[in-house]
């Protein structure tokens, strides 16, 4: 088995990488797409914790979502991660892995309320932890709210899954044009508005702790294990 580079890791993930791109609800086809996704990673294993978007229910750029008001919608966008985060627990353990489901908000019937020891150990009891409900407060989105578990978890990388393999200098899917950047500083992202890695404050806060970022195409397979065993991937 070969030696995983990082030892502990943050998975973030999009909402759609539950249902598929442009769709809504869930695709159970897509959830154990992931759920092998991460237990290839698992059995090398590395600790993993995951944070997790509502995309494919509730999307703050909506026209309904943006005709109310900006803190109702994104507490609705909270909940859409806690479906998600569920609907992930149930694929991962039916693979016999343990999970705990952690939520920003209190929701003692179905999930434990975040606590940043117990989550760490969670973790090393070699259990995987998955963030719900974002920071549990508006105005983050939850980008931010992988950047801030990676570090409170003392995570070794932060690790986004997107729909393109890697980050490029404009929109690939809109820009035929478009070149792949195959490293980019912290300053770089930040300034260049077209590139669209994390959003800025998640930017800011890995970049003032130092914390990497591998940004990744979810849909190529075992990419999340390959990019933990240190290869060049996204």
């Given at each position: 088995?070969?030696?995983?580079?990082?030892?502990?890791?943050?998975l973030?993930?999009?909402?759609?990488?539950l249902?598929?791109?442009?769709?809504?609800?869930?695709?159970?086809s897509?959830?154990?797409?992931?759920?092998?996704?991460?237990q290839?990673v698992?059995?090398?294993?590395v600790?993993i914790?995951?944070?997790?978007?509502?995309?494919?229910?509730w999307?703050?750029?909506d026209p309904?979502?943006q005709?109310i008001?900006?803190?109702?919608a994104d507490?609705?966008?909270?909940l859409?991660?806690?479906?998600?985060?569920l609907?992930l627990?149930d694929?991962?353990e039916?693979r016999g892995?343990?999970?705990?489901?952690q939520s920003?908000i209190?929701?003692?019937a179905?999930?434990e309320l975040?606590i940043?020891?117990?989550a760490?150990?969670?973790?090393?009891k070699?259990?995987?932890?998955?963030?719900?409900?974002?920071?549990?407060?508006?105005?983050?989105?939850t980008?931010?709210?992988?950047?801030?578990?990676a570090?409170?978890?003392?995570?070794d990388?932060l690790?986004?899954?997107?729909?393109?393999?890697g980050?490029?200098?404009k929109?690939p899917?809109?820009?035929?044009d478009?070149?792949?950047?195959?490293?980019?500083?912290?300053?770089?992202?930040?300034l260049?508005?077209?590139?669209q890695?994390?959003?800025?404050?998640a930017?800011?806060?890995?970049?003032d702790?130092?914390l990497?970022?591998i940004v990744f195409d979810?849909?190529t397979?075992?990419?999340?294990?390959?990019?933990?065993?240190?290869?060049s991937?996204g």
């Open positions: 088995m070969s030696h995983p580079k990082y030892k502990r890791i943050l973030k993930l999009g909402g759609e990488s249902s598929g791109t442009g769709r809504t609800g869930i695709e159970p897509d959830v154990a797409y992931l759920a092998d996704e991460i290839a698992k059995a090398h294993g600790e914790a995951i944070v997790i978007g509502g995309g494919n229910f999307r703050g750029n309904y979502a005709s008001d900006r803190a109702t507490y609705m966008g909270m859409a991660t806690v479906m998600n985060a609907a627990q694929a991962l039916k892995l343990n999970t705990r489901v920003a209190e929701m003692r179905i999930a975040y940043r020891r117990r760490i150990r969670h973790l090393e070699g259990r995987i932890v998955i963030f719900g409900a974002g920071t549990g407060s508006p105005f983050f989105t980008d931010t709210a992988g950047a801030l578990r570090k409170e978890i003392d995570a990388v690790m986004k899954a997107t729909k393109v393999n980050v490029y200098d929109d899917l809109r820009y035929p478009a070149k792949k950047l195959e490293k980019l500083s912290y300053n770089e992202a930040i260049m508005d077209q590139v890695v994390l959003d800025n404050t930017l800011s806060l890995c970049m702790n130092a990497p970022i979810l849909s397979a075992r990419s999340i294990e390959r990019a933990v065993l240190g290869e991937v």
